[in-house]
């Protein structure tokens, strides 16, 4: 017998069934869903509600994972994760709960890790030292740091943070748990007392406050042996929670009057800002209301063809580049409108047209009808979709639950049978459809924020600080700071007991056997006798007639059909290369002539293709991989493959390029730049891709955000002027020579037995072309490196960003190039060995609070491999420690982690797992390994093998052979971006050691 009875069963629409089970002794709760993946997700959830900004929520979501009752050791549950085939541990905190989040490869780890999980969140250790590192302490030099204060430091100024704060603050009264910043503020974290955050835990983390969400294939006697003794040892500890959090507090009140506000952000580009419209929405449970609401707002706002994109983002001057809405859950949830990227002129007047239109279509322009019809047919298909692809959409709904739904489970079944409010909205009427309108975005008092760069009030900001430091520096004086570098290297030591190896060695690693992979069965258009599977079998029956192109079928057990089509842009001349930003943003919003005289709008094109689709996408190769390669992917139900076949043959062959589609196109991409270039880390990318890659050749660079940066403007002065025609006549140019017949595969993935005539019908309905004598072969990022791509060494920048508070930096040296290469099994695991959770890196790195975080990367197609410092104080310390590691590995002065050692195979493991982790991405990678990388179908499983192979000594090879190149000026490639304030520190430091980094503005990195 169990202590845990079922409260719940649920069987959703999706042959999916949701299990809410609850412990009669303790009132632990877990809910099952129970779903067939290779991976098992665990969101373990505590509802967590904070009437201050001290982030008493946040700090303990840190300190839960520095050791508990039973294993008091930092680091202790992430060493074990890593060999329960997962990759570490992690969680988050949000306004109203905190998530402790786990995924593994298969069950059998999950089960392991799951009682010391749980032993970690109810009884964690909380120690004094613990929090003095973690959370924030004064070091030698009277700098604030630790953890908790440094991540808070990266966030806390940023427009997005402190557009919501002012928001909480203007919503939700005193006392009110919404209004608060859970992270908790730098100047709350700086006075914080270790005992605030203990009475917090004793507070909130009950057993009956924790629910462990649980997504995947487990089957329910496993679980509960072990979860049983589990609960028999919380029962002991006889402790139960006062008040539910949110649910008992006072209700949020309605606002009393609408308020507009300018909340500015330190930027020193001062061209673009963002808008948040806030109203108060119905209450949680009513589903309905909800429901109504996000479909009005997709309506509303989504895509191309939506109200006011049309109004705003599809025009000459676009008045921003995207418009979110979204539905925060709450007792009484909000509505938030984030409109990004609005020119800082335009703030207070987009804000006006926004309320001017709503309140026209309720006066006169109304609702159109058909496309709301498309809106809900679609809504439900994504639905479907996102259960196809992902774990997410029941667990978000589980922890709504957790929080807010009453502990019958009844509001559980209602939240996750969604389906049938869509019938319900079916019948809505149009007037229905405005009063929701009028009622909660008309009638209903709001909050406007008009989110405004500054550049002196950056300039304000670090003067501030700068002068505050002083000051603790002075009024601490130099005896105390002594002091408190020698407490804080005391409580280092305390913390750093090493976990025995015993606890390690003895934690069962599983046996790969163990997960459940997805079947993928792939055959050709022509198989060359490659392929033997019904699956072949199927397609040579379907049509004698030769079809002149390279399909590759990849069948799974979906709804939907996918049509990918990846096109080799090797051809393209420079002139004409830079527009390919454009091409790929323009494909599915251009005007359309076809053969038989039809022509439709651009406008007509979207909403059209929203009736027909799922999704479709354009993008730049897969993964950031393969950028030589445009991919254009349709999705759509499996009863209208015909037509994903007929539209990409539309939209390759027969739109019209338009001055005025194309300026707006190129104003959007524009417009996001100054929003892009505020991401210390897409910077440090984007200039070390501009040092590696060609700047006549490869896509890599002419599509970065720094060229087209410069290169945009020009195209729209043009296209407003004489020149529009020439542009015009370029797009041309560029798609005849880009959809030549011998630069074009397809992939068609989806239940491809069920498809009528996967073959034949591509006769019918695509171009028809003569076949091409051979295929471009697949082009490689390696081939298109510079001279300092190839052959990395002494090349670099320091670049100064005013919008940042911290540094960045990323390493480049040469990598294995080809995917069979027999060094890669062993490179993988070295790199994960080191910078795995509580690996050496992580422990010199961030334990140190050197960085938020660090990365190895191996890239096979580019050649290269990476290490990059993520969000540091000073990035040349974080690679100090870093270089010293990986010497010290190399001479022999400091051994391998034994102990971690089958944790970073286990690790290596469930990342190659990942890949395939669901239906959509198991097909999507059959076509990657096979076509694009030009390998066998088990690659990937036979990459697992040899991974497991790996033994210790292989690691040395791979030490001497590529990793200590990244640590030597004469092999390495530098690129570090920098708050302006620690410019001087870095360069000091790397300079100091050889290299000849030039400091330089993010504006002159390209001439
Ligand atoms: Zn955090």
């Not at 198989?527 to 079928?553: A, C, M, R, T, W």
């Not at 002419?702 to 006549?729: C, D, H, M, R, W």
């Amino acid at each position: 017998m169990t202590n845990f009875e079922v409260i719940k069963s649920i069987e959703t629409d999706f042959d999916i069934k949701i299990t809410k089970f609850k412990s009669k002794v303790t009132g632990l709760t877990v809910i099952l869903v129970d779903r067939q993946a290779p991976l098992v997700d665990g969101y373990f959830t505590i509802a967590t509600e904070a009437t201050d900004d001290d982030g008493c929520p946040h700090t303990l979501e840190h300190l839960v994972f520095l050791g508990s009752e039973l294993f008091p050791y930092k680091g202790v549950l992430d060493l074990l994760a890593n060999r329960a085939f997962a990759n570490g541990t992690n969680a988050w905190t949000a306004t109203d709960h905190t998530c402790y989040t786990i995924q593994t490869a298969g069950s059998l780890g999950f089960l392991n890790l799951l009682p010391i999980y749980v032993d970690h969140i109810l009884y964690p250790t909380l120690t004094d030292s613990g929090c003095y590192t973690e959370v924030h302490h004064i070091n030698g030099k009277g700098e604030d740091a630790g953890v908790v204060y440094s991540e808070m430091q990266g966030r806390e100024n940023s427009g997005e943070s402190r557009v919501y704060l002012r928001y909480q603050r203007l919503m939700y009264p005193e006392g009110c748990g919404y209004r608060s910043e859970t992270g908790g503020l730098m100047e709350n974290l700086r006075v914080l007392n270790v005992e605030t955050i203990r009475q917090y835990h004793r507070d909130y983390y009950k057993p009956d406050n924790l629910c462990l969400i649980i997504t995947g294939k487990i089957l329910h006697d496993e679980l509960f042996k072990t979860l049983d003794p589990l609960d028999e040892r919380i029962s002991r500890k006889k402790s139960q929670i006062h008040k539910r959090p949110f649910v008992d507090s006072a209700p949020i009140p309605l606002l009393e009057k609408s308020i507009q506000e300018v909340v500015e952000f330190p930027d020193e580009d001062e061209s673009m800002g963002q808008i948040v419209i806030a109203w108060l929405g119905p209450l949680i449970d009513e589903f309905l209301e909800i429901n109504a609401l996000e479909v009005l707002h997709t309506y509303l706002s989504d895509s191309a063809a939506s109200v006011l994109q049309k109004e705003f983002v599809e025009i000459k001057d676009p008045l921003c580049t995207d418009i979110y809405i979204m539905i925060e859950p709450q007792t009484r949830t909000a509505i938030l409108a984030t409109f990004s990227n609005v020119p800082t002129e335009e703030l207070e007047e987009l804000a006006n047209k926004v309320l001017q239109k709503f309140t026209r279509i309720v006066e006169s322009e109304g609702i159109d009808m058909d496309r709301m019809k498309t809106v809900i047919q679609l809504a439900k298909l994504r639905i479907l979709d996102k259960i196809e692809t992902s774990s997410s959409y029941f667990s978000d709904a589980s922890i709504v639950d957790h929080v807010y739904g009453k502990r019958t489970g009844e509001d559980l079944e209602r939240a996750t049978k969604d389906l049938k409010y869509y019938d319900q909205l079916s019948e809505f009427t149009e007037q229905q459809w405005i009063q929701y309108l009028k009622k909660y975005h008309l009638d209903n008092h709001h909050i406007t924020l008009l989110g405004k760069p500054s550049a002196e009030f950056a300039e304000k900001l670090s003067k501030q600080e700068e002068n505050r430091i002083e000051k603790q520096r002075e009024t601490l004086g130099k005896e105390k700071l002594n002091e408190l570098e020698t407490r804080l290297e005391e409580a280092k030591k305390l913390n750093d007991v090493p976990v025995p190896s015993n606890i390690i060695e003895d934690f069962p690693i599983p046996n790969v056997d163990s997960i459940p992979f997805i079947n993928v069965i792939t055959g050709r258009n022509k198989s060359e006798g490659k392929f033997k599977n019904p699956v072949q079998k199927y397609l040579d029956h379907d049509s004698k007639i030769d079809i002149p192109y390279f399909i590759q079928y990849d069948h799974i057990n979906s709804a939907f059909v996918t049509i990918s089509l990846y096109i080799i842009t090797t051809n393209i001349p420079f002139e004409l290369r830079p527009y390919i930003n454009m091409y790929l943003g323009s494909f599915y919003s251009l005007p359309l002539n076809l053969p038989d005289g039809t022509k439709l709008t651009f406008e007509q094109v979207v909403s059209q293709l929203n009736k027909d689709t799922v999704k479709y996408d354009s993008s730049l190769g897969y993964n950031g991989n393969f950028q030589q390669i445009v991919d254009f992917s349709i999705k759509v139900e499996a009863s209208k493959y015909v037509k994903a076949i007929q539209w990409l043959n539309y939209l390759l062959w027969h739109t019209e390029f338009t001055a005025e589609r194309l300026k707006i196109v190129a104003s959007k991409i524009l417009n996001e730049i100054p929003e892009a270039k505020r991401d210390g880390y897409d910077m440090t990318s984007t200039v070390m891709q501009l040092i590696n890659f060609d700047e006549k050749l490869s896509n890599t660079y002419l599509s970065s955000t720094l060229y087209q940066e410069k290169f945009l403007p020009n195209v729209i002065k043009e296209l407003k002027g004489n020149g529009a025609n020439q542009v015009i006549q370029r797009f041309y140019q560029f798609r005849e020579l880009l959809t030549k017949p011998e630069n074009l595969r397809i992939h068609v993935y989806g239940n491809i037995l069920k498809l009528a005539n996967p073959k034949s019908v591509w006769n019918e309905h695509f171009k028809i072309i003569e076949a091409p004598k051979s295929l471009t072969p697949v082009p490689l990022s390696q081939q298109f490196l510079t001279e300092f791509g190839r052959n990395p060494g002494n090349q670099g920048f320091i670049v100064k960003l005013p919008a940042i508070e911290s540094t960045f930096s990323m390493h480049t040296a040469e990598g294995p190039s080809s995917f069979d290469s027999p060094d890669l099994a062993s490179l993988l695991v070295l790199c994960e060995l080191l910078q795995a959770t509580e690996g050496l890196f992580w422990k010199l790195i961030r334990g140190q609070g050197l960085a938020y975080s660090t990365n190895l990367k191996v890239d096979v197609e580019y050649g290269h491999i990476y290490f990059d410092i993520y969000k540091s104080p000073d990035a040349f310390k974080a690679y100090e420690q870093a270089r010293k590691a990986v010497f010290g590995l190399a001479d022999k002065k400091i051994e391998f982690d034994k102990a971690g050692f089958e944790g970073a195979k286990s690790g290596v493991i469930y990342s190659l797992v990942r890949k395939e982790e669901n239906i959509s991405k198991a097909a999507i990678e059959s076509f990657v390994v096979q076509v694009l990388k030009d390998m066998d179908a088990e690659y990937n499983k036979n990459l697992l093998a040899k991974v497991q192979a790996v033994n210790i000594e292989d690691l040395y090879p791979m030490l001497t052979k590529y990793l200590v190149n990244l640590f030597k000026p004469e092999t390495s490639n530098v690129v570090v971006v920098s708050t302006p304030v620690k410019v001087k520190d870095v360069e000091q430091g790397f300079n100091g050691h050889g290299f000849k980094l030039k400091v330089k503005n993010l504006d002159s990195i390209i001439e």
